[in-house]
């Protein structure tokens, strides 16, 4: 499975991304999508999941509210739609892939996602 995010970018506090992450290699449906973002010098953190059916969605309490994951199945894309963006958004943000019976236990830990992509940066000036 390959996946290919993109959209990140430079944007001033308060404005909005959306990043997408094309999926290729496998049926795109069998997989629950998440995305994960590090910043400098700190670790990888859960960010946003979405089941394989788009039905069940999870955030980070950090995002709730202001980020959105939505996924088109029919596309083999998974998106962030992040608006409000602040400084502390500022990180490269990795979208993953994983097949688990377990979504809802499993989709906050990096360790469950079996694939990966390159990662974008999201810069948030002040």
């Known amino acids: 499975v390959q996946l290919q995010a993109s959209g990140g970018g430079l944007v001033q506090a308060g404005g909005s991304l959306r990043l997408s992450c094309a999926v290729s290699g496998r049926t795109f449906s069998n997989y629950d999508m998440g995305w994960f973002r590090q910043a400098p010098g700190k670790e990888r953190e859960f960010v946003a999941a979405?089941?394989?059916?788009?039905?069940?969605?999870y955030y980070a309490d950090s995002v709730k509210g202001q980020f959105t994951i939505s996924r088109d199945n029919a596309k083999n894309t998974v998106y962030l739609q992040m608006n409000s963006l602040k400084p502390e958004d500022t990180a490269v943000y990795y979208c993953?892939?994983?097949?688990?019976?377990?979504?809802?236990?499993?989709?906050?830990?990096?360790?469950?996602?079996?694939?990966w992509g390159q990662g974008t940066q999201v810069t948030v000036s002040s």
């Open positions: 993953a892939a994983m097949q688990t019976d377990h979504f809802s236990g499993s989709y906050s830990r990096s360790y469950n996602y079996d694939y």
């Open positions: 979405i089941s394989r059916s788009g039905i069940t969605t």
